[in-house]
């Protein structure tokens, strides 16, 4: 089956840091790729679309100014965490594909 | 928004045990996914469903689209320690591949 990749699995920065998380398709092109957070023992949270070539759209609540989103390739779209706090500690997963939707092994932040 | 209502929201049996899990919702959805996710890695499809009343066997999984359309279910036959995990069910939006998840039920099997 198709392969969606993360990069990093877990990162810990200090607070007021910035993080970026890469999420890549291995053997598909995707123009669209999903953002998801998840928080302990809960599902999984929409945070946004990634679009190739123009704006993420993101859902009601998702600062957009916060969580950056560029999808510059076909295979790659990265989030970033700007000006990280501790309460944006989760882990974060990516999703992409056609018919199906595969998700990546997601990346554990902790912001200390 | 499209809402799934999933239950129980924790299930904790012993091995060799049936459950079931319940994915239900007012509206009508041309199809339903079923994920598994363990610890720290991303989820991991199990079936599709997509025509009302389909039932789809995956070994010991048995999975349920309603007739309407609006719920799903999923049956465990003798579960194992194995199956231990957090069980998704999600359907997609009008954008296209996008997803919205139940609440999940977190699943333990205890030896």
């Known amino acids: 089956g198709a392969v969606v990749s993360q990069h990093p699995s877990r990162v810990i920065c200090k607070s007021g840091t910035s993080v970026k998380i890469e999420c890549r398709s291995l053997?598909?092109?995707?123009?669209?790729m999903f953002w998801y957070r998840q928080f302990p023992k809960q599902s999984l949270m929409l945070m946004a679309t990634?679009?190739?070539?123009?704006?993420?759209?993101?859902e009601q609540g998702v600062e957009k100014d916060k969580f950056l989103i560029n999808h510059a390739s076909l295979t790659l779209s990265t989030l970033t965490v700007t000006s990280a706090h501790p309460e944006d500690s989760s882990f974060y997963i990516c999703?992409?594909?056609?018919?199906?939707?595969?998700f990546g092994p997601g990346t554990r932040l902790l912001v200390l | 928004t499209q809402l799934l209502e999933q239950s129980p929201q924790f299930l904790s049996i012993q091995e060799g045990e049936n459950l079931t899990v319940y994915c239900n919702s007012s509206s009508v959805f041309s199809s339903l996914q079923w994920y598994r996710q363990e610890p720290g890695e991303g989820p991991v499809l199990l079936v599709t469903v997509v025509t009302g009343g389909e039932v789809k066997k995956l070994k010991r999984l048995t999975f349920q689209f309603g007739d309407a359309r609006k719920d799903s279910s999923l049956h465990i036959t003798a579960a194992q320690p194995g199956d231990t995990g957090l069980y998704l069910c999600?359907?997609?939006?009008?954008?296209?591949?996008?997803?919205?998840f139940g609440q999940g039920t977190i699943l333990t099997v205890h030896p």
């Open positions: 999600a359907a997609g939006g009008t954008s296209y591949g996008k997803l919205t």
């Open positions: 990634s679009n190739e070539g123009s704006k993420a759209t993101y």
């Open positions: 053997d598909f092109q995707a123009t669209t």
């Open positions: 999703s992409a594909g056609r018919e199906t939707q595969y």
